[in-house]
């Protein structure tokens, strides 16, 4: 697994609260990211991080938020929750020998209410 | 969830028998292509990547094919085995320019491997 954690595995919560996801990895690697997984959709770039506080935005960035602060944790804020950010969100590291190698964490259920 | 099944191509086949899984990808400038392997309730895993300078990589029990001129990409799978059942995606992304690392995932194919 890359050594790559996600908290809280599942949450729920109503619409309009913040939500913050944390992804945690413990080797040192350059690239995150964050993807989320819905049905039908397979899984979509919302931001990534090329470097402590560099990031940029991916293809369904809006609602979202992400801060590096240190080079091992990567967090995903939904400013004001809405039922469509409802979904399954996962986060990878690239070992930046190849991009497109991408080792994935074992993902957060959020469900927005 | 259970509308996945719905919306995703699938393929099922003998144990023993090889695996034909296609893609359709949709950037023709896109240079880099890489399959993952979901199984259910994990993250994708990494199986194999190759390059637009490319038409064809194998690796351990997996080959990938690439043909630029219809944008086709598919992935074999030789002497398929139970452990292979999952959701497999291919994935794009340019290795230059602002797109840099940023990977496109199609919809995925379910396979299913009946012993």
């Known amino acids: 697994d890359a050594g790559i954690t996600q908290s809280p595995r599942h949450k729920v919560t109503e619409t309009g609260t913040p939500v913050t996801l944390r992804c945690h990895q413990t080797e040192n690697h350059r690239y995150m990211y964050w993807y989320r997984q819905d049905p039908g959709h397979g899984l979509r770039l919302i931001h990534y991080?090329?470097?402590?506080?560099?990031?940029d935005k991916g293809e369904v960035s809006d609602g979202y938020s992400v801060s590096r602060s240190k080079t091992e944790d990567f967090l995903l804020t939904l400013e004001s929750a809405t039922s469509s950010q409802t979904s399954v969100y996962f986060c990878?590291?690239?070992?930046?020998?190849?991009?497109?190698?991408?080792?994935f964490g074992p993902g957060t259920r959020l469900t927005v209410t | 969830g259970e509308s996945v099944g719905l919306h995703l191509p699938t393929l099922s086949v003998q144990e023993g028998d090889n695996s034909i899984i296609n893609c359709a990808y949709s950037?023709?400038?896109?240079?880099?292509f890489i399959w993952y392997k979901q199984e259910s309730g994990k993250g994708p895993q990494f199986i194999i990547d190759?390059?637009?300078?490319?038409d064809k990589r194998q690796g351990q029990r997996v080959t990938v094919l690439l043909n630029k001129t219809v944008k086709h990409l598919s992935l074999q799978i030789a002497a398929t085995q139970p452990g292979d059942s999952a959701v497999y995606f291919c994935a794009e992304t340019l290795t230059v320019g602002t797109s840099y690392g940023k990977l496109t995932f199609g919809q995925g194919t379910i396979l299913t491997v009946h012993p």
């Open positions: 190759i390059r637009s300078n490319m």
């Open positions: 991080s090329y470097g402590v506080k560099d990031t």
């Open positions: 990878a590291i690239s070992l930046g020998t190849a991009i497109g190698e991408q080792y």
């Open positions: 950037n023709s400038a896109s240079d880099y």
